[in-house]
């Protein structure tokens, strides 16, 4: 399927619900845009989800349809789904018809359904950028008519048709990634001493719960050593860690937040970091070269976030914490890795192999090529 576009090119990019999708969104978009500068781009997410917010942000204009996911367990909310996704298919057409674009990119996310089935009904070229190893059922479904599916795991033929799979790692934001010479900047922004150790710890754009539970039950050990945290919490969690951190006195070295959105600071002047093991997660933490210890959710699809994280602890790149165990091993595993240069240097080094630093400009490429330019 190709087009070959006589004007300004211009390209709806669809999807968002977590970070994990919202930010490699707004990365294929800069890049396009870096490319081709005359270019009109335009976003479709789900009312009420983030990216109504942090895509505007980004300096681009959204659209919300009115759509959720559907639960696997019994819920009233399933009852609206049918209704919700029929709003949703009709508001993306009208959302195509008038906006006119040369191509869709769907990245995953409620929204991103209904708008890359009515883009292939309508005959617009649609890219599936698929950030996981296990991949949803939207994009398995659409993929058949999909132009090109960009991935970031081998295997994938498994769930697309071989012949549009193209492997081009997930795009990351260049705003997150750039951290050389920001330490000090980096520990000066969050209040902390730049000369002693820093954790990151970051459960994702939405906070988790159980790796805050695993820092809230080891906190005090903080008040023992010269150990820093920063502690993204999420909405849910901020004001119980604020008043544990309060009431022991660490307001100084524990700096809990909702979100972090100078994550270049972060990451420059952090030492070890805490995290889940999502996709994004995983890539920026490879190009920024952290020794990471993963919490992985145990709940994602097929358990693809400790397949995830396996696959780096196998080659010596990370360090697993189970969720069940974090209550327990989390902090002494944080604090003994911190005592140990040799071995963060050893990771640094494991990790930054799984780095695709030119994914967003080869997933660019490959819509070019969609497109004839």
């Known amino acids: 399927?190709?087009?070959?576009?006589?004007?300004?090119?211009?390209?709806?990019?669809?999807?968002?619900?977590?970070?994990?999708?919202?930010?490699?969104?707004?990365?294929?978009a800069d890049a396009f845009k870096r490319r081709h500068p005359d270019a009109e781009i335009m976003f479709v997410g789900a009312k009420g989800r983030m990216e109504m917010e942090r895509v505007p942000k980004a300096g681009y204009p959204i659209e919300g349809l009115w759509i959720s996911g559907f639960k696997r367990e019994l819920s009233l909310d399933n009852l609206s789904f049918p209704f919700k996704l029929i709003s949703s298919l009709?508001?993306?057409?009208?959302?195509?018809?008038?906006?006119?674009?040369?191509?869709v990119v769907g990245v995953g996310g409620f929204a991103s359904g209904p708008t890359m089935r009515k883009a292939t009904s309508l005959g617009i070229p649609v890219i599936i950028q698929e950030q996981n190893s296990f991949p949803g059922v939207t994009n398995k479904l659409v993929a058949p008519k999909a132009a090109k599916i960009c991935v970031a795991y081998d295997n994938m033929e498994r769930w697309f048709p071989k012949d549009k799979?193209?492997?081009?790692?997930?795009?990351?934001?260049?705003?997150?990634?750039?951290?050389?010479?920001?330490?000090?900047?980096?520990?000066?922004?969050?209040?902390?001493?730049?000369?002693?150790?820093?954790?990151?710890?970051?459960?994702?754009?939405?906070?988790?719960?159980?790796?805050?539970?695993?820092?809230?039950a080891q906190l005090a050990k903080f008040k023992d050593v010269d150990y820093q945290m920063i502690w993204q919490t999420g909405k849910l969690y901020v004001e119980q860690a604020q008043n544990e951190v309060r009431n022991l006195?660490?307001?100084?070295?524990?700096?809990?937040?909702?979100?972090?959105?100078?994550?270049?600071?972060?990451?420059?002047?952090?030492?070890?970091?805490?995290?889940?093991?999502?996709?994004m997660s995983i890539s920026e933490l490879s190009l920024v070269k952290k020794a990471v210890v993963f919490v992985p959710l145990p709940t994602a699809a097929e358990d693809h976030q400790t397949k995830n994280a396996q696959s780096l602890a196998d080659k010596d790149a990370a360090i697993i914490v189970k969720n069940s165990e974090a209550e327990e091993k989390l902090i002494p595993t944080v604090f003994n890795l911190l005592e140990d240069d040799e071995k963060i240097c050893k990771m640094q080094e494991n990790i930054a192999k799984f780095a695709r630093p030119n994914a967003a400009e080869d997933i660019v490429n490959e819509i070019d090529k969609v497109l004839g330019l």
């Open 249 to 279: 006195g660490l307001e100084d070295r524990v700096k809990p937040t909702v979100f972090i959105d100078r994550m270049d600071l972060a990451y420059a002047c952090a030492d070890v970091v805490i995290s889940r093991a999502g996709a």
């Open 1 to 28: 399927m190709k087009t070959q576009i006589a004007k300004s090119p211009r390209l709806i990019v669809s999807g968002g619900g977590t970070g994990g999708h919202i930010f490699p969104a707004i990365a294929i």
């Open 165 to 216: 799979i193209v492997m081009t790692g997930n795009p990351l934001r260049n705003n997150v990634v750039s951290t050389e010479g920001k330490r000090n900047e980096g520990a000066e922004f969050f209040g902390l001493d730049p000369q002693k150790p820093i954790i990151l710890l970051v459960g994702g754009s939405q906070g988790a719960l159980g790796i805050n539970k695993g820092i809230s």
């Open 90 to 103: 009709c508001k993306a057409k009208r959302i195509l018809k008038r906006f006119k674009p040369d191509a």
